[in-house]
């Protein structure tokens, strides 16, 4: 009996020091989360997300970004790196090319090539033969971590997010568990940079971002809208800005950004100009009181990523897309509490559908637009 007793006490002292000290990669931030606003006002639950038609993607995963090309066909991004290619109903699938690692945002440039954000491989550009040229993978000798979104202005310029300086998807086990360990620090290392195909070089046009994601031009294209996953917000932010620290100006607005979307009711991911003036835009996770409650509470969030990862505090499936004008007015929210559907994270319009674009879905669902 004894033996077993010192046995006992042995076993609970080492799950304690384990608990206590054992290396985890974060170094978690306190930070102020506003109090969850719930499923109200313009974001009242409903099911108008529900019951999608899915398009087979003949088992890929993840139709993370969908597009229409100047060729008229529909292409999105999937988990094993290939580009697909397809008709509006989903006939005449052909891999069009592969990155080697994970598109997550494109766009298409002047030229009709298609202009990549790859979490693995940096800024890419895809000729119309599929041809893949690296664009920039760094900036001021900074390699560039995790390319998440990217538009093109008219002049050629492209601005895209880094969403993270810290975690690179490479070193950490891909795309989803990279975003949760930065979520979870809070460091807010992301930054939003700009490509100029004529001179070739990359800057900093804002940083001080937690986890920067979707990215959308204004009409005029004087203005990003960005979405800061981490801290459930959108900014507005002038293209002009050069090196502009978004962590210092959150309670104090300047010319060059503000926060246009705050306090949303869940993690905003990707945005896409939809048709009038509409920007869509996905909420990938429900917010998650766990997490929110840990805000202040850094040294229970290290010990979060010491516990199995069933027991991590990852919010739960729910579907969720919504669109604003670019003055904030949302004027569209469609949601599917069952979250069949999983992580919406945006939608991309046409006059007879809505094609909604998921992190992880094995199918690419969509709906009529009404």
Known sequence: MKKIVLSAVALVALLALYLLAWPVPINPVVWDAPAAPGY???HAANNKLANLQIIDLKGEVGPEHIQFGPDGKLYTTVLSGNILRMN??????????????RVLGFDFDAQGNLIAADAIQGLLSIAPDATVTVLSDRVNGDPIRYADAVVVAKNGKMYFSDASTRFAPKDWGGTFEASVLDILEQASTGRILEYDPATKATRVVASGISFANGVALSQDEQTLFVNETGKYRVWKIAITSNHLDLSTLAVQPSAQASVLLDNLPGYPDNLMRGLNGKIWLGLAKPRNPTIDNLAQKPWLRSLTLRLPRALWPIPKAYGHVMAFTEDGKVVADLQDPSGAYPETTAITETPDRLYVQSLHAHGLGWLPNK
């Open 88 to 101: 509006a109903d989903g006939s005449g699938q052909e891999v069009f090319a592969n990155t080697g690692g």
């Open 40 to 42: 109200t006002g313009p």
